[in-house]
């Protein structure tokens, strides 16, 4: 057989392989249900945190260091959820939130740091903002496919 044939019958083979077998490109990474859930429970963590430096109704006995265990936590959290986004392939979107999550929660920690003290408008502005950062991260993760979505 000549060497022509024989790249005509592997393109065919080839081909006929392609067809008939589940071939497909992913564009964003499978759905993660437990960064999910994480992300959803740290969202738990800020709203509790805000509430409970509202319950205290003067503004300057809400002291940052009274408070400074909960920050801590919930940037736990945030980084956390910052570096399983890091680490997935396919996941820029997804890891650029999470980045900018970490770094809206890092300015309004500082500031409560350096100020001592938050006011009632910066406790409702950061809840807001926070609560807007959390549903972005989880509806990036709700509008991923699921693992198996395409198999079948």
């Known amino acids: 057989m000549s060497m022509k ?6 393109l065919a083979g080839t ?3 392609l067809l008939f077998t589940d071939c497909r490109i992913k564009l964003l990474p499978d759905r993660d ?9 740290t969202g738990k963590m800020i709203d509790s945190l805000y509430l409970n430096i509202a319950e205290e109704t ?6 940052y260091k009274k408070y400074a265990k909960g920050y801590n936590a919930v940037e736990v959290e945030l ?17 650029k939130i999470a980045e900018n999550s970490v770094t809206l929660w890092s300015r309004y920690k500082s500031k409560h740091q350096a100020d001592n003290r938050i006011s009632n408008a910066d406790i409702k502005l950061n809840r807001v903002f926070m ?13 991923k496919p699921e ?4 198999e079948n």
Do not use: H, P, W
């Open 79 to 95: 980084n956390s959820i910052l570096l399983k986004n890091k680490v997935k392939a396919l996941n820029k979107d997804a890891e």
């Open 15 to 17: 081909l006929i392989c």
């Open 58 to 63: 003067v503004a300057e006995e809400r002291t």
């Open 147 to 150: 693992e198996n979505e395409n």
């Open 33 to 41: 249900t437990a960064l999910a859930k994480q992300i959803e429970l």
């Open 5 to 10: 044939k024989l790249k005509n019958i592997a």
């Open 131 to 143: 609560r807007d950062q959390v549903l972005n991260m989880l509806l990036g993760e709700k509008y």
